[in-house]
């Protein structure tokens, strides 16, 4: 299941949908992980970490894009 983390350029060019998709797919993994977590022994605890840090990456480019536009609306 080791994942290699998302590289902020691949995000930017996303569609707002793909980032979504792909939110909700990072979030499942890292629910699963804890779960396995909890329940028994992880091969690698350091891919939750990984998947942390790649839900902040996707809420960070959703976050400019949201205030890019609110930026652009304005006269």
Do not use: G, H, Y
């Amino acid at each position: 299941m080791a994942t290699k983390p998302l590289k902020p350029a691949e995000l930017r060019q996303m569609s707002p949908e793909q980032l979504a998709l792909t939110l909700k797919d990072t979030v499942k993994q890292l629910f699963s992980l804890r779960f396995q977590a909890t329940t028994e022994r992880v091969e690698t605890p350091s891919e939750m970490r990984k998947l942390r840090r790649d839900i902040a990456r996707i809420k960070t480019i959703m976050r400019e894009r949201e205030l890019q536009k609110e930026r652009q609306a304005k006269p």
